[in-house]
């Protein structure tokens, strides 16, 4: 039976072949100076069964989906084969494709690292398989140390093969392999033997085209013994297995020994060769034999075969492992938290880790000025459990990854929180990605910097004396697009000396450069993007309430993204099918648009004036802020209650990806505008002295909408007919924007804004009670409408009018809704902007009684039963009931919600709820994997088998992380951190936190900001909510130069408040009574 526990900074499950299958992966983070490596691993087999560079395009080991990894590992991932003196058969540890009841098998996984224990006590052998990646170091690489442990009384003769069946040349990629891999053998080659450190790579390109190009990039395998004595290894795998060709036993190798092999011929060429370590040794009691294998990539051989000596030594091995391990420590001790529990504690760092992994870790790179913000180390969420996501880190140092805007919005929320030193990057980068019509693009990828063309002289002067040579190539380099790990790896792959260091010629470059937002269109425009933009906004003004008007006003320099992508009239798109309507062709990619204006479609392009020939357009905060609303109200459904999916995609839930073709809308994104236009009215108010400048197209949308919105007001049109005209000035808007805009902009006051979103707001709240009525006391979250009254369209010649995809188009006179059943999503967006705790208190026991609380698990799903539902509302009815995004626990949705409750200062209830709905706090036994690690979803009682009710599925990089971060925030720092009372900053430390989660010695601490470690001394272990609730009576603050100030109460005010903000405070101890 499996065990699992937590020791030593490590997750350990006992017997972990036996366990539940699951899979996860290492970080792939190589640090600032190191080149990243992709790597996954299952409990199975060995661990490890797939990795690589970039993307699965560049697989070592070949990558395959979760549930083909978990049959084929124990032939295709690493093996050891141990043949001991005396014995008949060869042993091979780990080994899970037969039962081995001798066998105690033991995982460890760390934050940035795996270890897989096997005592056979039969065999008197112990073995101990270690991997990371490899960090700070010129080439990418997994490190694997295999120790042969004796823990027998009697010396052991053994023979020892180790490695892996397949090695993937470099060039071949992950899909071709998989359908023409026959084909493919024809292209191998393993280069290098002569040095023994096989290099393996195809010779030519294989894409079949006029172009071909040789391919000199490729994988090496080194392998070297505990004392540093190299081993060339075995790579025709049928000097291993013989005629075997299912690879789950060496047949050559338990015949001959190691010495015969070695002189056996090999011939690695037209076959998927492998890569096998042989040693033979004596061990005696308590020794080891150790073999340790770096398997890598490298653009030229020849870096590898220079200082093979140097790396063919434990010192480097145990250093690297070091290095990885202190990498993961120093990035996670931005959220070092101590509390009563060891696992929330480390489950934060995780969770930290596994958020930035996804949205990227903001570093500051000097540019001689503030400083440019890039998130590094981050990539899309793609691993063996979300095979659908293509996964991509750049292999270069200061290595970005890809992502969608969606998830890397959502995963920098706490940013700010956790580094000032953000400060407006997210705000700014994710609004200019909002284009005129409220959409933006699918695919945001890492920025890009270039040096613009003024200073092209400043920088061959800085060229001129930094660099010895290559100053040609660097100039060209600079002035086209670049990242900063390009500029460094070119140093690197080119041997150039310097004469001032990488880091001060880089922030020379960069001082000269201006940064880049990188994105493409992708596929689609989701109904929900955009809701997480004000998130970032509410995060930076929680931290710098003193610059709300800056924010707002200050920065002119904000664009608007303008993709080839066209959402088309009603008239395009409204068709018959089964003589019932439906929304389909919604979306085109605009030929036009793009020759006219001399475009590529994923390029990154902006919204430019003079009809897109011109500058590109800029302006100010609160108007894209203006824009995005202004969209948004103008897309709501003909009963004003749920913003329209009306471009062909969904909104979060992207498996109802059946609702756009049902006149879909939703709930969720009516709540976020009403938060936005609240926002906007506010500001409006506090800053009303103030006009802003619009494009005309804009400002002609606004007037006409706010008449349209006065006139249903005063009861003169009906809400299909107000729907129908504010729909037709919306796509009259387009019509007029969609290659660019004119440039003449209308100044408006911030006092005619706030009369129009004042309308606004009323229209949204009528839409939101009519929305509560219809689901009964809880909002829905979707709603479908169907068209009761339409007429066909023809064309001049009485022939229906046919849509692109040949389907008769109509024109819809009347609309019939009908709500989807309950789901959580809409109820979790409501609770953040309700303002009474009463009525959160009504809301939570209402959910609660529904079927929204699943009662097996004591969590929350999705949904209801949709039993009831068709299939036409998208792949989400097809599931299983609890599983996937149907009736299961989707954790970031349930982590939402959780958070709402504690928003809303239900804190009894919050805390209730987190014993059985928090990761750390299951059982892991039945979640079936690590409990510092999130699960995209966790099977409920609805699911027809009850062996997986419970159990979480698809690893760790989700928007969970995302909503523990804030939850975690709020607990240990309160909801609103810095105001502004009497024109001065105040910072008020509010916790929310039962007394369970103080140590024993009444103690919690945390790192604020990133920087100031906090600790709470609270000797009654009382809660700090409620009756009787622990109060902070004083406060001492310990600054960076050893002042001391105290304080008394829980307030700090000034200058203290500031210094805090700045980093200026090493620590400060709250006491509580």
């Given at each position: 039976?499996?065990?699992?526990?937590?020791?030593?900074?490590?997750?350990?499950?006992?017997?972990?072949?036996?366990?539940?299958?699951?899979?996860?992966?290492?970080?792939?983070?190589?640090?600032?100076?190191?080149?990243?490596?992709?790597?996954?691993?299952?409990?199975?087999?060995?661990?490890?069964?797939?990795?690589?560079?970039?993307?699965?395009?560049?697989?070592?080991?070949?990558?395959?989906?979760?549930?083909?990894?978990?049959?084929?590992?124990?032939?295709?991932?690493?093996?050891?084969?141990?043949?001991?003196?005396?014995?008949?058969?060869?042993?091979?540890?780990?080994?899970?494709?037969?039962?081995?009841?001798?066998?105690?098998?033991?995982?460890?996984?760390?934050?940035?690292?795996?270890?897989?224990?096997?005592?056979?006590?039969?065999?008197?052998?112990?073995?101990?398989?270690?991997?990371?990646?490899?960090?700070?170091?010129?080439?990418?690489?997994?490190?694997?140390?295999v120790e042969i442990i004796n823990i027998s009384n009697e010396p052991i003769q053994l023979e020892l093969l180790d490695g892996m069946s397949e090695i993937l040349p470099y060039g071949v990629e992950n899909g071709g392999f998989k359908e023409i891999g026959n084909l493919l053998r024809s292209w191998m080659e393993v280069y290098n033997l002569e040095n023994g450190i096989p290099f393996y790579h195809v010779r030519s390109s294989t894409a079949d085209e006029a172009q071909v190009s040789q391919v000199t990039s490729g994988h090496f395998y080194l392998s070297f013994t505990g004392d540093g004595e190299r081993i060339a290894p075995i790579v025709d795998f049928e000097v291993v297995f013989g005629g075997n060709t299912s690879l789950m036993y060496p047949d050559n190798f338990a015949t001959a020994s190691l010495a015969e092999i070695a002189q056996q011929p090999q011939y690695p060429v037209n076959k998927v060769p492998c890569g096998f370590s042989g040693v033979a040794k004596s061990i005696a009691p308590g020794e080891s034999l150790t073999v340790n294998t770096i398997i890598g990539h490298v653009n030229d051989i020849e870096r590898i075969n220079a200082k093979a000596d140097r790396l063919c030594t434990a010192e480097y091995i145990t250093r690297k492992r070091e290095e990885a391990n202190s990498l993961v420590e120093d990035l996670t001790s931005d959220i070092a938290t101590h509390t009563s529990s060891e696992l929330f504690d480390a489950y934060a760092k995780q969770s930290y880790m596994d958020n930035f992994l996804r949205g990227g870790y903001p570093f500051i790179f000097d540019n001689e000025g503030e400083g440019f913000v890039v998130h590094l180390y981050s990539r899309k969420h793609g691993d063996l459990e979300r095979d659908y996501n293509f996964f991509s880190l750049a292999?270069?140092?200061?290595?970005?990854?890809?992502?969608?805007?969606?998830?890397?919005?959502?995963?920098?929320?706490?940013?700010?929180?956790?580094?000032?030193?953000?400060?407006?990057?997210?705000?700014?980068?994710?609004?200019?990605?909002?284009?005129?019509?409220?959409?933006?693009?699918?695919?945001?990828?890492?920025?890009?910097?270039?040096?613009?063309?003024?200073?092209?002289?400043?920088?061959?002067?800085?060229?001129?004396?930094?660099?010895?040579?290559?100053?040609?190539?660097?100039?060209?380099?600079?002035?086209?697009?670049?990242?900063?790990?390009?500029?460094?790896?070119?140093?690197?792959?080119?041997?150039?000396?310097?004469?001032?260091?990488?880091?001060?010629?880089?922030?020379?470059?960069?001082?000269?450069?201006?940064?880049?937002?990188?994105?493409?269109?992708?596929?689609?425009?989701?109904?929900?993007?955009?809701?997480?933009?004000?998130?970032?906004?509410?995060?930076?003004?929680?931290?710098?309430?003193?610059?709300?008007?800056?924010?707002?006003?200050?920065?002119?320099?904000?664009?608007?993204?303008?993709?080839?992508?066209?959402?088309?009239?009603?008239?395009?798109?409204?068709?018959?099918?089964?003589?019932?309507?439906?929304?389909?062709?919604?979306?085109?990619?605009?030929?036009?648009?793009?020759?006219?204006?001399?475009?590529?479609?994923?390029?990154?392009?902006?919204?430019?004036?003079?009809?897109?020939?011109?500058?590109?357009?800029?302006?100010?905060?609160?108007?894209?802020?203006?824009?995005?609303?202004?969209?948004?109200?103008?897309?709501?459904?003909?009963?004003?209650?749920?913003?329209?999916?009306?471009?062909?995609?969904?909104?979060?839930?992207?498996?109802?990806?059946?609702?756009?073709?049902?006149?879909?809308?939703?709930?969720?994104?009516?709540?976020?505008?009403?938060?936005?236009?609240?926002?906007?009215?506010?500001?409006?108010?506090?800053?009303?002295?103030?006009?802003?400048?619009?494009?005309?197209?804009?400002?002609?949308?606004?007037?006409?909408?706010?008449?349209?919105?006065?006139?249903?007001?005063?009861?003169?049109?009906?809400?299909?007919?107000?729907?129908?005209?504010?729909?037709?000035?919306?796509?009259?808007?387009?019509?007029?924007?969609?290659?660019?805009i004119t440039g003449v902009e209308h100044e408006v006051s911030l006092n005619v804004i706030e009369k129009g979103f004042s309308a606004f707001l009323v229209k949204l709240d009528e839409g939101i009670a009519k929305a509560i009525e219809l689901g009964d006391g809880i909002t829905p979250t979707y709603f479908r409408f169907e068209a009761t009254e339409f007429e066909r369209i023809v064309d001049e010649n009485g022939q229906p009018d046919l849509s692109s995809s040949g389907l008769p188009r109509a024109r819809v006179q009347h609309f019939q809704v009908s709500a989807l059943p309950h789901f959580l999503e809409g109820p979790t967006r409501w609770m953040k902007t309700v303002t009474d705790s009463q009525q959160a208190k009504a809301l939570y026991d209402l959910i609660k009684k529904t079927e929204l609380y699943d009662k097996t698990t004591q969590m929350y799903q999705t949904s209801v039963s949709l039993d009831s539902e068709g299939h036409e509302i998208g792949r989400m009815r097809a599931f299983t009931p609890g599983w996937l995004e149907r009736e299961s626990n989707f954790l970031h949705m349930t982590y939402k919600y959780l958070l709402g409750l504690l928003k809303a200062g239900l804190y009894e209830q919050y805390f209730g709820e987190l014993k059985t709905s928090l990761v750390p706090f299951l059982d892991p036994a039945v979640y079936g994997r690590s409990t510092l690690e999130n699960s995209s979803f966790i099977a409920t009682g609805g699911n027809p088998d009850p062996e997986v009710h419970g159990r979480g599925f698809v690893a760790r990089l989700s928007g969970s992380t995302a909503e523990f971060l804030s939850m975690w925030r709020m607990m240990m720092a309160g909801s609103k951190v810095f105001t502004m009372s009497d024109g001065e900053l105040t910072l008020t430390l509010a916790p929310a936190l039962p007394g369970w989660l103080f140590d024993e010695s009444g103690k919690v601490s945390f790192i604020f900001l990133g920087n100031t470690q906090v600790t709470y001394y609270n000797a009654r272990r009382a809660d700090t909510f409620g009756t009787n609730a622990a109060k902070i009576s004083r406060m001492k603050l310990l600054k960076n130069d050893g002042t001391v100030v105290e304080f008394d109460g829980s307030i700090i005010q000034g200058v203290e408040a500031v210094a805090v903000r700045n980093g200026e405070v090493a620590t400060i101890e709250i006491f509580m009574d």
């Amino acid at each position: 039976m499996s065990k699992y526990y937590y020791e030593n900074n490590s997750f350990v499950i006992e017997q972990f072949d036996q366990a539940k299958p699951f899979s996860s992966f290492l970080p792939g983070m190589a640090g600032l100076k190191g080149i990243p490596m992709w790597t996954f691993y299952v409990n199975r087999g060995q661990g490890v069964c797939s990795f690589g560079i970039r993307d699965k395009n560049s697989a070592i080991m070949e990558f395959s989906p979760a549930s083909i990894t978990y049959k084929n590992v124990a032939a295709n991932g690493f093996r050891t084969f141990i043949k001991i003196q005396g014995q008949d058969s060869v042993y091979e540890p780990f080994q899970s494709a037969r039962p081995n009841t001798q066998a105690s098998r033991v995982m460890k996984i760390s934050p940035n690292g795996l270890t897989i224990e096997e005592t056979h006590a039969a065999n008197g052998l112990k073995t101990v398989v270690n991997y990371f990646n490899l960090p700070n170091d010129d080439y990418a690489a997994l490190v694997r140390q295999v120790e042969i442990i004796n823990i027998s009384n009697e010396p052991i003769q053994l023979e020892l093969l180790d490695g892996m069946s397949e090695i993937l040349p470099y060039g071949v990629e992950n899909g071709g392999f998989k359908e023409i891999g026959n084909l493919l053998r024809s292209w191998m080659e393993v280069y290098n033997l002569e040095n023994g450190i096989p290099f393996y790579h195809v010779r030519s390109s294989t894409a079949d085209e006029a172009q071909v190009s040789q391919v000199t990039s490729g994988h090496f395998y080194l392998s070297f013994t505990g004392d540093g004595e190299r081993i060339a290894p075995i790579v025709d795998f049928e000097v291993v297995f013989g005629g075997n060709t299912s690879l789950m036993y060496p047949d050559n190798f338990a015949t001959a020994s190691l010495a015969e092999i070695a002189q056996q011929p090999q011939y690695p060429v037209n076959k998927v060769p492998c890569g096998f370590s042989g040693v033979a040794k004596s061990i005696a009691p308590g020794e080891s034999l150790t073999v340790n294998t770096i398997i890598g990539h490298v653009n030229d051989i020849e870096r590898i075969n220079a200082k093979a000596d140097r790396l063919c030594t434990a010192e480097y091995i145990t250093r690297k492992r070091e290095e990885a391990n202190s990498l993961v420590e120093d990035l996670t001790s931005d959220i070092a938290t101590h509390t009563s529990s060891e696992l929330f504690d480390a489950y934060a760092k995780q969770s930290y880790m596994d958020n930035f992994l996804r949205g990227g870790y903001p570093f500051i790179f000097d540019n001689e000025g503030e400083g440019f913000v890039v998130h590094l180390y981050s990539r899309k969420h793609g691993d063996l459990e979300r095979d659908y996501n293509f996964f991509s880190l750049a292999p270069e140092y200061y290595s970005q990854g890809n992502g969608n805007f969606r998830d890397m919005n959502q995963n920098r929320r706490n940013d700010v929180f956790f580094n000032p030193k953000v400060g407006t990057f997210n705000i700014k980068m994710f609004f200019s990605l909002m284009q005129a019509d409220g959409y933006n693009p699918l695919s945001v990828q890492g920025c890009s910097f270039n040096v613009e063309s003024e200073n092209a002289s400043k920088l061959d002067e800085l060229l001129s004396s930094a660099v010895v040579d290559h100053h040609e190539e660097l100039m060209v380099l600079c002035s086209g697009k670049f990242t900063p790990g390009k500029i460094i790896n070119f140093l690197a792959d080119h041997g150039i000396q310097l004469h001032v260091s990488e880091e001060r010629l880089l922030s020379g470059i960069l001082a000269l450069s201006q940064q880049n937002i990188e994105a493409g269109f992708g596929e689609g425009f989701w109904s929900d993007h955009w809701t997480y933009n004000m998130d970032l906004v509410d995060g930076y003004l929680d931290i710098f309430p003193d610059k709300k008007e800056e924010l707002l006003f200050a920065d002119e320099t904000y664009a608007f993204y303008d993709s080839a992508a066209y959402v088309q009239p009603r008239s395009k798109k409204y068709v018959v099918l089964h003589d019932e309507v439906r929304q389909y062709d919604a979306l085109i990619e605009d030929e036009e648009k793009l020759e006219h204006l001399g475009r590529r479609m994923n390029d990154t392009n902006w919204l430019q004036t003079e009809g897109g020939k011109g500058k590109i357009y800029q302006t100010n905060l609160f108007s894209k802020i203006v824009s995005l609303a202004l969209n948004k109200f103008a897309t709501l459904d003909p009963y004003g209650m749920g913003v329209e999916m009306e471009a062909n995609k969904p909104g979060w839930n992207d498996a109802m990806n059946g609702l756009p073709g049902l006149f879909g809308s939703g709930m969720s994104e009516t709540f976020e505008l009403k938060r936005m236009v609240t926002f906007l009215l506010e500001s409006a108010k506090e800053f009303g002295e103030r006009s802003i400048r619009l494009p005309e197209e804009m400002a002609d949308l606004f007037h006409a909408v706010h008449r349209a919105v006065v006139i249903y007001q005063e009861n003169q049109l009906d809400s299909f007919t107000y729907w129908d005209i504010v729909a037709s000035v919306r796509e009259a808007y387009r019509v007029r924007v969609r290659y660019g805009i004119t440039g003449v902009e209308h100044e408006v006051s911030l006092n005619v804004i706030e009369k129009g979103f004042s309308a606004f707001l009323v229209k949204l709240d009528e839409g939101i009670a009519k929305a509560i009525e219809l689901g009964d006391g809880i909002t829905p979250t979707y709603f479908r409408f169907e068209a009761t009254e339409f007429e066909r369209i023809v064309d001049e010649n009485g022939q229906p009018d046919l849509s692109s995809s040949g389907l008769p188009r109509a024109r819809v006179q009347h609309f019939q809704v009908s709500a989807l059943p309950h789901f959580l999503e809409g109820p979790t967006r409501w609770m953040k902007t309700v303002t009474d705790s009463q009525q959160a208190k009504a809301l939570y026991d209402l959910i609660k009684k529904t079927e929204l609380y699943d009662k097996t698990t004591q969590m929350y799903q999705t949904s209801v039963s949709l039993d009831s539902e068709g299939h036409e509302i998208g792949r989400m009815r097809a599931f299983t009931p609890g599983w996937l995004e149907r009736e299961s626990n989707f954790l970031h949705m349930t982590y939402k919600y959780l958070l709402g409750l504690l928003k809303a200062g239900l804190y009894e209830q919050y805390f209730g709820e987190l014993k059985t709905s928090l990761v750390p706090f299951l059982d892991p036994a039945v979640y079936g994997r690590s409990t510092l690690e999130n699960s995209s979803f966790i099977a409920t009682g609805g699911n027809p088998d009850p062996e997986v009710h419970g159990r979480g599925f698809v690893a760790r990089l989700s928007g969970s992380t995302a909503e523990f971060l804030s939850m975690w925030r709020m607990m240990m720092a309160g909801s609103k951190v810095f105001t502004m009372s009497d024109g001065e900053l105040t910072l008020t430390l509010a916790p929310a936190l039962p007394g369970w989660l103080f140590d024993e010695s009444g103690k919690v601490s945390f790192i604020f900001l990133g920087n100031t470690q906090v600790t709470y001394y609270n000797a009654r272990r009382a809660d700090t909510f409620g009756t009787n609730a622990a109060k902070i009576s004083r406060m001492k603050l310990l600054k960076n130069d050893g002042t001391v100030v105290e304080f008394d109460g829980s307030i700090i005010q000034g200058v203290e408040a500031v210094a805090v903000r700045n980093g200026e405070v090493a620590t400060i101890e709250i006491f509580m009574d």
